[in-house]
């Protein structure tokens, strides 16, 4: 059995580089590195560290799936999303993706961040904003968020996806 | 406002374990992963919605939340924390172009002033090597400052327009003479391929910041395309068919 497996669900890239920056920081030779769209049989591992991207505020189901087959696990969620940083919504994001779980495994906690989302999205929000009756004000935070997700995942982001893979590992460590 | 017990099909008096059920139960069945293919898949992606916000509403209520790792929050909380937008420079120095990324955001938060969402936008885009963009979105500007210009002519640039570049680079620098970084985008304009060739040389050291490096190379960019007339040579920047002048 393996120590460690991150696990991701990654569209446009943003997910697999934050699962790759955690993987590095995981100590040791005993861990795996899977994107769940490779198909791969999972490896066993004491501690999984599991990344989606958001899509209707939650994860795939393919990741929800998968939670829910683990018990007596430690887990980790990482993930990424395109709307903005507001607390509130991460708080739900993170919410709904972790009651796949069952409450006989660890749960160490979520990180989430922001993350650039292809273009075509902001081309059909300029679409709507042509169309009259739209909601421009909406339209328009929506186009703002758009833009300010383009840097994102920063390097900042990623720090801080290594500070909390740090985090999970030391409270592993107190639990045992 | 629909009772979120009703949504999940529990009662009020359920436990935490039943409402889980029920919540996986309907996640699963109206989760648009699984409707794809459903002919009605816009009336499960709304009952899915549903059934996340009765959820949402039953474990805040009950202050479930709190009970998690909360590293999310923590992480998130607000632009404030953003600090590291910061980081990106800005135009003081030799700084990339997010310098909006700081400010831009807390302007922007107040939700007055357009102009500033449009130059991060800008400026987000010409980050990223999207430069059609960036002049796309420069384009919505009604006023254009010193910064404007310079925007404009990194990302006309990008797509090839050398000739726009050049002037809006100059015109930058008319508006704000005393700006170090326009006077030597400028020189640099000037100077044609003699500076790249002296400076490419440092792109092999250290990456002091990805900005820094962006902005570096958008600019061998710039005089790239200058002295060979062609498309970009490091961000991806499109022919000099692929845009308009603005």
Redesign the interface.
Same mark, same amino acid.
């Given at each position: 059995m393996l120590d460690y497996v991150v696990l991701y669900d990654s569209e446009t890239g943003n997910t697999k580089k934050l699962a790759t920056e955690i993987f590095a920081s995981l100590p040791g030779m005993s861990k795996d590195l899977i994107s769940i769209k490779d198909g791969k049989t999972i490896p066993e591992a004491e501690t999984y560290f599991i990344g989606f991207c958001v899509?209707?505020?939650?994860c795939?189901?393919?990741i929800?799936n998968f939670l829910?087959d683990l018990s007596a696990k430690n887990v980790?969620l990482f993930g990424t999303c395109g709307v903005t940083?507001?607390?509130e919504y991460?708080?739900? #994001?993170?919410?709904?993706v972790? #009651?796949?779980l069952e409450d006989d495994n660890q749960?160490?906690?979520?990180?989430?961040?922001q993350g650039?989302m292809p273009?075509k999205i902001?081309q059909k929000f300029e679409a709507m904003m042509s169309k009259s009756g739209c909601d421009e004000e909406k339209l328009?935070k929506q186009?703002?968020n758009f833009?300010?997700a383009? #840097?994102h995942p920063?390097?900042?982001?990623v720090r801080?996806a290594r500070a909390?893979a740090a985090?999970c590992l030391e409270k592993i460590s107190l639990n045992f | 406002m629909l009772d979120p017990y009703k949504v999940l099909g529990v009662s009020s008096s359920a436990s935490d374990e039943e409402i889980?059920k029920a919540?996986?139960k309907l996640?699963?069945q109206y989760?648009?992963?699984?409707n794809m293919n459903n002919p009605n898949k816009d009336q499960a992606?709304t009952k899915?919605?549903e059934v996340?916000q009765a959820?949402?509403q039953i474990?805040n209520k009950s202050d479930?939340?709190s009970a998690? *790792?909360?590293?999310?929050?923590g992480?998130? *909380?607000?632009?404030g924390?953003?600090?590291?937008?910061g980081?990106?420079g800005g135009f003081g120095g030799f700084g990339g172009f997010?310098g909006y990324?700081s400010s831009g955001?807390d302007r922007?938060r107040s939700g007055g002033d357009?102009e500033a969402?449009y130059m991060?936008?800008a400026a987000?885009?010409i980050?990223?090597g999207?430069y059609s963009?960036a002049l796309n979105?420069l384009k919505s500007c009604t006023s254009k400052t010193a910064e404007w210009y310079y925007y404009s002519a990194v990302a006309n640039s990008g797509i090839g327009n050398n000739v726009a570049a050049k002037e809006h680079a100059e015109e930058a620098l008319r508006l704000d003479p005393d700006n170090v970084q326009y006077q030597m985008l400028v020189n640099r304009f000037r100077s044609g391929g003699t500076w790249y060739q002296h400076q490419r040389t440092s792109y092999g050291g250290s990456i002091i910041? *990805?900005n820094n490096l962006c902005l570096k190379l958008c600019i061998a960019n710039m005089v790239c395309n200058l002295c060979f007339g062609g498309g970009g040579m490091c961000c991806g920047a499109g022919g000099p068919s692929s845009g308009g002048y603005l």
């Open positions: 899509h209707h505020g939650t795939s189901i393919e929800g829910s980790a940083s507001c607390p991460y708080s739900s #994001i993170e919410n709904s972790s #009651i796949w749960y160490l906690g979520a990180f989430l961040c650039k273009l902001r328009m186009l703002q833009d300010e383009m #840097i920063t390097e900042e982001d801080h909390f985090e | 889980k919540y996986r996640s699963r989760h648009p992963d699984a992606e899915f919605k996340q959820y949402d474990m479930y939340s998690s *790792g909360g590293y999310a929050q992480q998130s *909380g607000g632009y924390d953003f600090g590291s937008f980081g990106f997010g990324g955001s922007s357009q969402i991060q936008a987000n885009y980050n990223s999207h963009e979105v910041g *990805g």
